[in-house]
T-cell receptor, first 114, second 115 residues
Framework: AQKITQTQPGMFVQEKEAVTLDCTYD???????LFWYKQPSSGEMIFLIY??????QNATEGRYSLNFQKARKSANLVISASQLGDSAMYFC???????????FGQGTELSVKP | DSGVTQTPKHLITATGQRVTLRCSPR?????VYWYQQSLDQGLQFLIQ???????AKGNILERFSAQQFPDLHSELNLSSLELGDSALYFC??????????????FGPGTRLTVL
């Protein structure tokens, strides 16, 4: 069965520093998608970044990058130059074939200190 | 603003009651997904509709049902409510019906409290 594991319930980072949020996944499928979403205290879910299993390069979107290590089945999110507004819950998710549903991890709560 | 709207924002009701949650997808999106977020279970996929037809089913209880209407809005019906149904219910939409690259845009959620 497919599963997403986020082992860090909470993380602290100093403003302007980089932080890595861990995500490992379990699947026997060859084709899948990996996503990261941000959930601020207001509750909405905000899409951050996507990585396809066949993508050879790591995805980047502004200050977000995804460190994809397929052999290790990990898809860590790297946030560079953290800002106070980055304080939120972060969820890693997987889209297994045939696609459609997202399977979410338990989330990591990130707190950015001034 | 994702373009996905959900009503109501908050809902407080009693055990045994029935409620309807409503979702309007982004303009042009044909798929609607429902998710439940609770402290116990985390974020769980419930069901997907694509252009009016049920496409995929997840951990949706028999007391719950959903439908997608010709104008593509969707409703999630929850009946015989129990305390454990208290959760944040998200609707998401996407243009396509499948594919592993299927960015989903989430609505603001409906917070259901069952007393």
């Amino acid at each position: 069965a497919q599963k997403i594991t986020q082992t860090q319930p909470g993380m602290f980072v100093q403003e302007k520093e980089a932080v890595t949020l861990d995500c490992t996944y379990d699947t026997s499928d060859q084709s899948y998608g990996l996503f990261w979403y941000k959930q601020p205290s207001s509750g909405e879910m905000i899409f951050l970044i996507y990585q396809g299993s066949y993508d050879e390069q790591n995805a980047t979107e502004g200050r977000y990058s995804l460190n994809f290590q397929k052999a290790r089945k990990s898809a860590n999110l790297v946030i560079s130059a953290s800002q106070l507004g980055d304080s939120a819950m972060y969820f890693c998710a997987m889209s297994p074939p045939p696609g459609g549903k997202l399977i979410f991890g338990q989330g990591t709560e990130l707190s950015v200190k001034p | 603003d994702s373009g996905v709207t959900q009503t109501p924002k908050h809902l407080i009701t009693a055990t045994g009651q029935r409620v309807t949650l409503r979702c309007s997808p982004r303009s042009g999106d044909l798929s609607v997904y429902w998710y439940q977020q609770s402290l116990d279970q985390g974020l769980q996929f419930l069901i997907q509709y694509y252009n009016g037809e049920e496409r995929a089913k997840g951990n949706i209880l028999e007391r719950f049902s959903a439908q997608q209407f010709p104008d593509l809005h969707s409703e999630l019906n929850l009946s015989s409510l129990e305390l454990g149904d208290s959760a944040l219910y998200f609707c998401a939409s996407s243009p396509a019906g499948g594919g592993v690259y299927n960015e989903q845009f989430f609505g603001p959620g409906t917070r259901l409290t069952v007393l």
